[in-house]
């Protein structure tokens, strides 16, 4: 079974700083899907930014970027010019890209504050 | 507005007793999923429909928990004889089967708490 790990349960960044959140993932597929997903306080959830794992290219979403090295199993989320409505917890979630599972797993989330 | 709606937003229930909460999707996706979240973790997987089939279902998904999705369009998740380790937030969402891969609309849950 996939799991994905977010070792960072807290984090803060300044106004207009720039914050970096962590994940890893363990599994044994090739083909997969890697997402960035925000839950601000109260609100539904929204997708931030997605990578599919046969790109070697990283994704790029206005302010937000990854970072995917694929032989780390490793998937970072960066953020730039950070704003306060950026303020939110930050799920890194999987899906693979084969067979019919269609379900995403998500790591326990990462709490980003910013503070102004 | 055109999101994903719940209801209810918040069930407060004595243990033992029955619940429904009940998903509507955005109006053109026909794939629909069910999570639970509980405090400080992240989403886990319940079940997912296509259209008015259940294809997938967790092995967290007891025999007291039900789903149904009549005619494709909203869905119902039911919880017989709730446990208060029912306690959690409900995530709905939906997709387009020919959207982007794992690109999910999230409803803002149904928060039940069971005592």
């Known amino acids: 079974a996939q799991t994905v790990t977010q070792s960072q349960p807290e984090m803060s960044v300044q106004e207009a700083e720039t914050v970096t959140l962590s994940c890893t993932y363990d599994t044994s597929e090739s083909d997969y899907y890697l997402f960035w997903y925000k839950q601000p306080p109260s609100r539904q959830m929204i997708l931030v930014i997605r990578q599919e794992a046969y790109k070697q290219q990283n994704a790029t979403e206005n302010r937000f970027s990854v970072n995917f090295q694929k032989a780390a199993k490793s998937f970072s989320l960066k953020i730039s010019d950070s704003q306060l409505g950026d303020a939110a917890m930050y799920f890194c979630?999987?899906?693979?890209?084969?067979?019919?599972?269609?379900?995403?797993?998500f790591g326990s989330g990462t709490q980003l504050t910013v503070l102004p | 507005d055109t999101g994903v709606s719940q209801d209810p937003r918040h069930k407060i229930t004595k243990r033992g007793q029955n619940v429904t909460f009940r998903c509507d999707p955005i109006?053109?996706?026909?794939?629909l999923y069910w999570y639970r979240q509980t405090l400080g973790q992240g989403p886990e997987f319940l079940t997912y429909f296509q259209n008015e089939a259940q294809l997938e279902k967790s092995r967290l998904l007891s025999d007291r928990f039900s789903a149904e999705r009549p005619k494709g369009s909203f869905s119902t998740l039911e919880i017989q004889r709730t446990e208060q380790g029912d306690s959690a937030m409900y995530l709905c969402a939906s997709s387009l089967a020919r959207g982007r891969e794992g690109e999910l609309f999230f409803g803002e849950g149904s928060r039940l708490t069971v005592l």
């Open positions: 109006s053109e996706h026909n794939r």
């Open positions: 979630a999987y899906r693979s890209g084969s067979g019919s599972a269609r379900q995403l797993t």
